[in-house]
Every structure is written in C-alpha cells, then in structure tokens.
C-alpha cells in the first residue's frame, strides 16, 4: 500500500479523537487539514531520502541470452528493506 499524507493525517487525527472525543466539526477538519500538512512534509522526504535494498529470486526466465548483457523476460519476488 502507497503511504499518503491523508491516510497517515486520518491515523493521526482518529488517535487524538480517541483520547479527546469532544474533538469535532471544524475543529476535526482544521486538524485533519494541518495534519496532511505535515505528513505531506514527512511522505514527501521519505519518498525522497529513503535507500531501498532488494534482492530478486527469479524463479524461471526465458529468452535468455548467454554470457553478459540483458535476458529476460523473468518472474520472480523481490523482497528488501528501507533504511
């Protein structure tokens, strides 16, 4: 699932209401719009910082072409990590 600024603002906001359930109306919409404002921030500078290691299992591959360059088409998974 792609990370948002709305959905991580939405987790945010429902978590204050549930500790403030008087938190309502405008109010919940005023916060609920600064909230995207920062995770816009904070999305936007993962998306732009984050290093991505992966390494790829490829399970069968045809058209191979020998020695060096460029085979495929392959499937296979991919699995990594974010640091």
């Known amino acids: 699932m792609a990370m948002t600024a709305s959905g991580m603002a939405t987790l945010i906001v429902t978590a204050l209401k549930a500790r403030n359930p008087e938190i309502t109306g405008d109010e ?43 085979s495929g088409p392959g499937s296979g998974t991919g699995t990594g990590s974010i640091s």
């Open 28 to 70: 919940e919409t005023e916060l609920q719009a600064y909230w995207e404002d920062i995770c816009g921030g904070i999305v936007s500078h993962i998306q732009s910082s984050a290093q991505v290691t992966t390494s790829v299992a490829v399970a069968s591959v045809s058209g191979v072409t020998p020695g060096g360059g460029v």
